[in-house]
């Protein structure tokens, strides 16, 4: 690459007469030499959360690494609550409830995060017949990320055995760190809801599993 640098000089009247006006010209070289940097797919050994902390639950980390991975899910809380007369709807305690999805393969190549959850079954061995869990009004939350964002699949789930999207990441979106947050009232979530029928409840603590699963195709 050359640059040419262009000088004048200045002019005057001597006498009447006319000096002429002289161009001077230099030019300057450049010389070109290279930096560089290899990326490779991330490890998910060291990595943050999205939401910093979730109460009710101290540890919401999974274990679980790798280039796609999910990293943390929370631990839903329904707590201590009274047997009513009725069918009854009762909310988590945890106030941002929330799963994260870290995608370091490059490319933004998408995926697509699912969910099934196993009957409440308790001390007993007993199942909760006809309890109902279900997550309303997620966002999609992210952090020094400017990625395009993937997409909630719908706005309310009803959570069951059956397999069912949760978030999807078109080839494109999803890059980098994003997590599904369920936020609500701390101590009383109405968007992390558990409805149970009256009839066969027992006076015991009810457990299940929830099981998030991600798969590398795009939606």
């Known amino acids: 690459m050359k640059k040419t640098m262009i000088t004048t000089a200045a002019f005057g009247l001597l006498a009447m007469s006319t000096t002429s006006l002289s161009v001077f010209a230099s030019?300057?070289?450049d010389v070109t030499n290279k930096t560089d940097v290899?990326?490779?797919?991330?490890s998910g050994e060291d990595v943050d959360p999205v939401v910093p902390d979730d109460t009710h639950d101290d540890d919401?980390?999974?274990?679980d690494t790798g280039a796609l991975s999910i990293p943390y899910a929370s631990n839903i809380t329904f707590g201590q609550q009274e047997?009513?007369?009725?069918?009854?709807?009762?909310f988590a305690l945890n106030k941002k409830p929330h799963v994260q999805v870290n995608d370091t393969r490059g490319g933004a190549k998408g995926w697509i995060l699912g969910v099934t959850i196993s009957p409440f079954v308790g001390e007993n061995g007993k199942e909760l017949i006809g309890a109902k869990m279900s997550l309303t009004n997620g966002k999609i939350t992210t952090k020094d990320n400017q990625s395009t964002a993937p997409e909630l699949a719908e706005n309310s789930f009803e959570?069951?055995?059956e397999y069912?999207?949760?978030?999807?990441?078109?080839?494109?979106?999803?890059?980098?760190?994003?997590?599904?947050?369920?936020?609500?009232?701390d101590g009383e979530n109405e968007n992390v809801k558990l409805h149970v029928p009256r009839a066969g409840v027992e006076a015991q603590s009810y457990t299940a599993d929830?099981?998030?699963?991600?798969?590398?195709?795009p939606a």
Do not use: C, H, M
Not at 60 to 63: N, R, V
């Open 60 to 63: 919401p980390s999974t274990g």
């Open 27 to 29: 030019e300057l070289t």
């Open 159 to 161: 959570l069951n055995e």
């Open 210 to 217: 929830l099981t998030w699963v991600l798969t590398d195709a």
């Open 38 to 42: 290899t990326l490779t797919a991330g």
């Open 83 to 90: 047997i009513k007369q009725g069918d009854t709807d009762y």
């Open 164 to 185: 069912q999207d949760v978030v999807r990441a078109k080839k494109g979106q999803g890059a980098g760190a994003f997590a599904a947050v369920f936020e609500g009232k």
